[in-house]
């Protein structure tokens, strides 16, 4: 029973190209959630999806960025033109209900952009 | 929105003593609590939660308690091990619809053998 599945597990990237960062949750969750994280900082929320739908992206910047959840498929976690400041680590997490108890994260997608 | 914080952000303990790891929150209406442990490299790992209705939940060494009037929670972890050394998170999730969690900077627990 495979956990959640993100990849690639370092991506590097120079500044102005796209980064997509892939998210598979685990076997019978249809919720998915991904987060950021700064070196020495929690994660920040970033955006919710449920399948074919985004239910909060609150945390998302307006610009740049986007997230889709395909009926078939993993979750994508897509930056254009990066900059240097989008380097982090991106974790994506996925739960079983609505209520989002027992979230699973997987082992993150570390993006650096020189 | 939820503010959620963590104190203090480093803690070094003695192997055998007891950590004790101290949140607070902002939004009364927050109402699951978990805890997660990461380690170098790796993601977040879900140790225990807590849910509103409840005051304590232990799981072997590790136990949560849960102060809804003052709007605070805490991790104990006794008898403390070299691998109990990571980075703890608390987060909470607010009621409803709303299924984010929002996170507290982490602690660095350092357990010297």
């Known amino acids: 029973n495979a956990g959640v599945m993100q990849n690639p597990r370092h991506l590097v990237r120079r500044r102005g190209q796209e980064a997509r960062l892939r998210c598979s949750p685990m076997?019978?969750?249809?919720?998915v959630y991904w987060y950021r994280q700064l070196p020495e900082e929690g994660l920040k929320f970033m955006v919710y999806?449920?399948?074919?739908?985004?239910?909060?992206e609150s945390g998302m910047p307006k610009e740049r960025f986007s997230a889709e959840f395909p009926k078939e498929g993993p979750s994508i976690l897509r930056i254009q033109q990066v900059v240097r400041g989008d380097s982090a680590a991106y974790f994506c997490?996925?739960?079983?209900?609505?209520?989002?108890?027992?979230?699973?994260f997987g082992s993150g997608t570390r993006l650096t952009v020189v | 929105g939820e503010n959620v914080e963590q104190h203090p952000s480093t803690l070094s303990v003695q192997e055998g003593d007891s950590a004790v790891i101290k949140c607070t929150y902002s939004?009364?209406?927050?109402?699951?609590f978990p805890w997660y442990k990461q380690e170098l490299g790796k993601g977040p790992q879900l140790i225990i939660d807590?849910?509103?209705?409840?005051g304590e939940k232990k799981d072997q060494r590790i136990a949560v308690t849960l102060n809804k009037t003052a709007k605070h929670f805490s991790l104990h972890i006794t008898e403390t091990q070299p691998e109990d050394s990571a980075v703890y998170f608390c987060a909470a999730m607010g009621g409803g619809a709303n299924s984010k969690l929002t996170f507290g900077k982490g602690i660095t627990l350092s357990v010297r053998p």
């Open positions: 997490a996925s739960s079983p209900t609505t209520q989002g108890y027992g979230y699973t």
């Open positions: 999806l449920q399948k074919e739908n985004i239910i909060d």
């Open positions: 939004d009364s209406a927050s109402n699951y």
């Open positions: 076997k019978g969750h249809s919720h």
């Open positions: 807590i849910r509103s209705n409840v």
